[in-house]
């Protein structure tokens, strides 16, 4: 099955400053998905990222405060914007684990990400 | 929208059984998923079932499907501390022409010697 190489594993920010993510994926795979998992939370998909096209966000989640980019099969980020406390947040990418959703999903190791 | 409710803590004791359990609302899910997750780590599938199955057994794990009720349910049998983890359920469904998982609220499983 696919592998997700996640970075930066952790990082501290300054409110106000942005962080940018890193998913890169072994295989191609049509589809990544970005999640957010608050302190003692589930998770929460904050979007999905199609190669070549602007990515769908879900509800609750725009544009303007995670930015996506997915420039190839294999490799897409996820942009934290204008941070602040309410951020502090795991964000995990996913893709399909092999062929079809039956194989399950893959996730990435997660970034911890805490703004101060 | 879609809702995954799971209890959110159990405690057994080394070599007992554990079931955790789980319910959702969407009837057409097609497959549901159990993935473990350990601390400071990403999320591991452990295993699924398809929509049209009540039962799957792999090695330790059972999953159990009611799909009248809406109910999912993972024993893990001989349950050791290398076990203690958080253990989310996930259903899949096919929502605005497009694959989507929505997570349950996730069990932590604490493991007594």
């Known amino acids: 099955s696919a592998v997700i190489s996640q970075k930066p594993s952790r990082d501290i920010c300054q409110r106000g400053t942005s962080l940018t993510i890193q998913c890169q994926v072994d295989?191609?795979?049509?589809?990544m998905f970005w999640y957010r998992q608050q302190p003692g939370q589930s998770l929460t998909l904050i979007a999905t990222?199609?190669?070549?096209?602007?990515?769908?966000?879900e509800s609750g989640f725009v544009i303007d405060k995670f930015p996506i980019s997915r420039p190839n099969l294999t490799f897409s980020t996820l942009t934290v914007s204008n941070m602040s406390p309410e951020d502090s947040s795991i964000y995990l990418c996913?893709?399909?684990?092999?062929?079809?959703?039956?194989?399950?999903?893959?996730f990435g190791s997660g970034t911890r990400l805490t703004v101060v | 929208g879609e809702d995954v409710e799971q209890s959110l803590f159990l405690s057994v004791r080394e070599g007992d059984s554990s079931v955790i359990n789980c319910t959702y609302t969407?009837?057409?899910?097609?497959?549901l998923y159990w993935y473990k997750q350990e601390p400071g780590a990403g999320l591991q599938l452990l295993t699924y079932?398809?929509?049209?199955?009540d039962m799957k057994q792999d090695q330790r794990l059972t999953v159990l499907l009611n799909k009248k009720d809406k109910h999912l349910s993972l024993r893990i049998a001989d349950t050791q501390t290398g076990d203690s983890a958080i253990y989310f359920c996930?259903?899949?469904?096919?929502?605005?022409?497009?694959?989507?998982?929505?997570f349950g609220t996730g069990t932590k499983l604490q493991v007594i010697p």
């Open positions: 996913s893709v399909e684990a092999g062929q079809g959703i039956g194989s399950g999903y893959t």
């Open positions: 295989s191609q795979v049509t589809m």
């Open positions: 990222a199609n190669q070549g096209s602007e990515a769908t966000y």
């Open positions: 969407d009837s057409s899910s097609t497959y």
């Open positions: 079932i398809f929509s049209n199955m």
């Open positions: 996930a259903e899949t469904s096919s929502a605005g022409g497009y694959q989507k998982v929505t």
